[in-house]
C-alpha cells in the first residue's frame, strides 16, 4: 500500500484497484500473477515469481511491493476475501474504504483523487478544499 497527500493533510490509501483487466498478470513473463476466481483478488504464486519487477512497471499505480528480502512481489490478495484494512477503517469511523458492490469485497472502489475530494470536503469543509486542491 501507498499513501497519496494530494492535498496537506488529507492522507489517503493507495490499493490495488483489482482492475478489471489487470495488466500486472497480462505483464509478468512467469505467469505467477492469477486472479483467484471465487474471491476476485490478485493472486501471487511465490514459486514462480523471480522478483524481476516487470509487473510494477506495468500496474497503473506501481503498486506491487516487492519483499525486501524474500524475492518476490507482494499484492493485496484481498485477505482471502475478508479485508483486514476495511475492518479497521470502519470500526475507526473513518469509512474511507468499503466493500464493492459487485460481490466483490473490494477495499478500495474510489480512485485516490475522489476519495481525497470527500475526505477533504468532510474534514477541511468545502470552501476551503476549494482554496486549497484546483481539482
Ligand atoms: S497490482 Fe496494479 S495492475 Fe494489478 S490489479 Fe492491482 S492495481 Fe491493477
Ligand atoms: S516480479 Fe514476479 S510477479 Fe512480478 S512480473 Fe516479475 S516474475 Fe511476475
Ligand atoms: S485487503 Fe488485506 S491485503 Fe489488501 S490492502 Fe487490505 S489489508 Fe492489505
Known amino acids: 500500500m501507498r499513501v497519496f497527500m494530494l492535498i496537506p ?6 490499493l490495488c484497484f483489482q482492475c478489471d483487466n489487470p495488466e500486472c498478470v497480462e505483464a509478468c513473463p512467469e505467469g505467477a500473477i ?3 476466481e471465487q474471491i476476485g483478488g490478485i493472486r501471487v504464486d511465490e514459486s ?3 522478483a524481476c519487477g516487470i509487473c510494477i ?5 506501481r503498486i506491487p511491493h516487492m519483499h525486501p528480502s524474500e524475492g518476490h ?3 493485496c490478495d484481498l485477505c482471502g476475501g475478508d479485508p483486514e ?17 459487485d460481490g466483490i469485497k473490494k477495499p478500495l ?3 485516490p483523487q475522489s476519495l481525497t475530494r470527500t475526505t477533504g470536503g468532510t ?13
Open 9 to 14: 493533510g488529507i492522507e489517503i490509501p493507495h
Open 34 to 36: 492469477s486472479v483467484d
Open 48 to 50: 514462480l515469481c523471480t
Open 57 to 61: 512497471d506495468a500496474c497503473p499505480g
Open 73 to 75: 512481489v507482494v499484492i
Open 85 to 101: 484494512c476495511v475492518r479497521v477503517c470502519q470500526e475507526g469511523n473513518w469509512n474511507a474504504l468499503s466493500l464493492g458492490e
Open 109 to 111: 472502489p474510489e480512485t
Open 123 to 135: 474534514i477541511l469543509g468545502e470552501k476551503t478544499l476549494r482554496e486549497v486542491w484546483d481539482q
